[in-house]
């Protein structure tokens, strides 16, 4: 990525770094003045990723066949129809701004590294596009083809252009992608969690912290025996929650538990709830039912009926970062009590983290012990309906209650397996 290879300017737009420079300034470049300097580097950078947007392999086989091209029409004394390669007009309309700008600001550290990400700094890129299509200049020029929901959008953005297409497939090759993902919560290291927050809902008395303590083991065992991702049970609604574990208390019913997901999402006028029944009781005893009730009666006793379950003390959706630190202080305790789950090696506060550590634990576990991989989809069948983008006429909550319970023995396969 240091120099280009014979051939690449036959595959993307070329300019030198100095007719860049006078396209974007307006003048040359100064001998020793530090932003041009620094500028010169960035376009260096920037000409050279859009150059390496492609295989070597291509870009051999290309010039190759060009040159074949060449020599057959010499052969028969054709002059070459190739239109030439410039000049180019003296206005960015490549996107070379919006490039420099994602180089530089991956020079800043990064949440896990030295130097931002490419998934973070990509980011310029529609930030760009969306202002553009939303000036008079873009949404002026902007074409549609196509009807009803199948549309296609022509557009001079310069970010949609050849060379930057170019340039982001470079700029990620040369960059590389590092995924960092949550380590998942075993089974064995969930039971000591969920030992830990009963014996201290145990010992405190009644309070507000009681109540939190429930409050944050219920999302840990909902996130775990539901297999959702962290953001998703946030959702559980606090009506829907207390009207099913008063109607079971009624009935005495103790097979499953139902946990109701509320939420607005796109192409969605209104609100639509995902009911999702659980096992009260797992096989290796993992008491969803004990906290569901702990947390009903606590919302009871605070004279909340309303909202979501997981809420500060004034009824709004808690910070999800909150119940990450108190989280992640309990596996602390069960590293430093118990380094057969967690080793020494793993820093707790860096490797685990409530947007997948539950969920991949979970289906871990779950194919440990042989559930079918279609029960898996079957459990996370809400968030087809919630990709489906309101296409599904949206049910009352009595209406999808007889709907799943039609389906309540197969959604249960899977969290009575863990």
């Given at each position: 990525f240091k120099v280009a290879r014979a051939g690449d300017h036959f595959m993307v737009p070329f300019q030198c770094d100095k007719c860049l420079a006078r396209m974007l300034l307006g003048r040359s470049l100064v001998v020793g003045d530090r932003k041009d300097e620094l500028l010169a580097c960035c376009i260096r950078r920037a000409n050279l990723d859009a150059l390496w947007g492609r295989e070597s392999s291509t870009v051999l086989a290309n010039t190759r066949h060009l040159r074949q091209l060449l020599d057959t029409w010499k052969l028969v004394g054709i002059p070459p129809t190739l239109p030439p390669?410039?000049?180019?007009?003296?206005?960015?309309?490549?996107?070379?701004?919006?490039?420099?700008?994602?180089?530089?600001?991956?020079?800043?550290?990064?949440?896990?590294?030295d130097y931002t990400q490419f998934a973070t700094i990509r980011k310029e890129r529609s930030c760009f596009s969306n202002y553009f299509h939303a000036s008079v200049v873009g949404s002026s020029a902007m074409s549609t083809l196509g009807r009803?929901?199948?549309?296609?959008?022509?557009?001079?953005?310069?970010?949609?252009?050849?060379?930057?297409?170019?340039?982001?497939?470079?700029?990620?090759?040369?960059?590389?992608?590092?995924?960092?993902?949550?380590?998942?919560?075993?089974?064995?290291v969930m039971h000591c969690l969920m030992k830990l927050f009963d014996t201290e809902w145990m010992k405190t008395p009644m309070s507000w912290e009681k109540s939190e303590i429930a409050s944050v083991a219920l999302y840990c065992i909902v996130a775990f025996c539901g297999s959702f991702r962290g953001h998703e049970v946030f959702l559980v609604d606090l009506f829907g929650l207390l009207k099913y574990d008063d109607l079971f208390r009624e009935q005495k019913q103790v097979d499953y538990c139902m946990v109701p997901l509320l939420g607005k999402y796109k192409g969605e006028s209104g609100e639509r709830y995902h009911l999702t029944p659980l096992a009260h009781l797992t096989r290796t005893g993992l008491n969803l039912g004990l906290w569901i009730r702990r947390v009903c009666d606590h919302r009871r006793h605070e004279g909340r009926t309303n909202g979501p379950v997981f809420a500060?003390?004034?009824?709004?959706?808690?910070?999800?970062?909150?119940?990450?630190?108190?989280?992640?202080?309990?596996?602390?305790?069960?590293?430093?009590?118990?380094?057969?789950?967690?080793?020494?090696?793993?820093?707790?506060?860096?490797?685990?983290?409530?947007?997948?550590?539950?969920?991949?634990?979970?289906?871990?576990?779950?194919?440990?012990?042989?559930?079918?991989?279609?029960?898996?989809?079957?459990?996370?069948?809400?968030?087809?309906?919630?990709?489906?983008?309101?296409?599904?006429?949206?049910?009352?909550?009595?209406?999808?209650?007889?709907?799943?319970?039609?389906?309540?023995?197969?959604?249960?396969?899977?969290?009575?397996?863990?």
């Amino acid at each position: 990525f240091k120099v280009a290879r014979a051939g690449d300017h036959f595959m993307v737009p070329f300019q030198c770094d100095k007719c860049l420079a006078r396209m974007l300034l307006g003048r040359s470049l100064v001998v020793g003045d530090r932003k041009d300097e620094l500028l010169a580097c960035c376009i260096r950078r920037a000409n050279l990723d859009a150059l390496w947007g492609r295989e070597s392999s291509t870009v051999l086989a290309n010039t190759r066949h060009l040159r074949q091209l060449l020599d057959t029409w010499k052969l028969v004394g054709i002059p070459p129809t190739l239109p030439p390669l410039g000049p180019f007009p003296m206005e960015d309309v490549y996107g070379v701004g919006v490039a420099i700008g994602m180089l530089l600001r991956s020079l800043n550290p990064g949440k896990y590294g030295d130097y931002t990400q490419f998934a973070t700094i990509r980011k310029e890129r529609s930030c760009f596009s969306n202002y553009f299509h939303a000036s008079v200049v873009g949404s002026s020029a902007m074409s549609t083809l196509g009807r009803d929901s199948a549309k296609s959008f022509l557009t001079t953005c310069p970010t949609q252009s050849l060379w930057f297409e170019r340039f982001s497939k470079g700029c990620l090759y040369r960059m590389g992608e590092e995924i960092k993902q949550d380590l998942a919560i075993s089974i064995e290291v969930m039971h000591c969690l969920m030992k830990l927050f009963d014996t201290e809902w145990m010992k405190t008395p009644m309070s507000w912290e009681k109540s939190e303590i429930a409050s944050v083991a219920l999302y840990c065992i909902v996130a775990f025996c539901g297999s959702f991702r962290g953001h998703e049970v946030f959702l559980v609604d606090l009506f829907g929650l207390l009207k099913y574990d008063d109607l079971f208390r009624e009935q005495k019913q103790v097979d499953y538990c139902m946990v109701p997901l509320l939420g607005k999402y796109k192409g969605e006028s209104g609100e639509r709830y995902h009911l999702t029944p659980l096992a009260h009781l797992t096989r290796t005893g993992l008491n969803l039912g004990l906290w569901i009730r702990r947390v009903c009666d606590h919302r009871r006793h605070e004279g909340r009926t309303n909202g979501p379950v997981f809420a500060d003390k004034w009824g709004n959706m808690v910070n999800p970062r909150h119940y990450e630190a108190l989280i992640l202080a309990k596996l602390q305790i069960i590293k430093e009590s118990r380094r057969d789950l967690i080793p020494d090696s793993v820093n707790v506060f860096e490797a685990y983290g409530i947007s997948r550590s539950f969920r991949r634990g979970s289906n871990t576990h779950s194919k440990n012990q042989g559930t079918n991989d279609k029960d898996i989809d079957l459990m996370n069948r809400w968030r087809n309906v919630e990709n489906a983008k309101g296409r599904k006429a949206r049910l009352a909550m009595s209406d999808h209650y007889a709907d799943i319970l039609q389906l309540v023995p197969a959604l249960l396969r899977y969290s009575k397996n863990l």
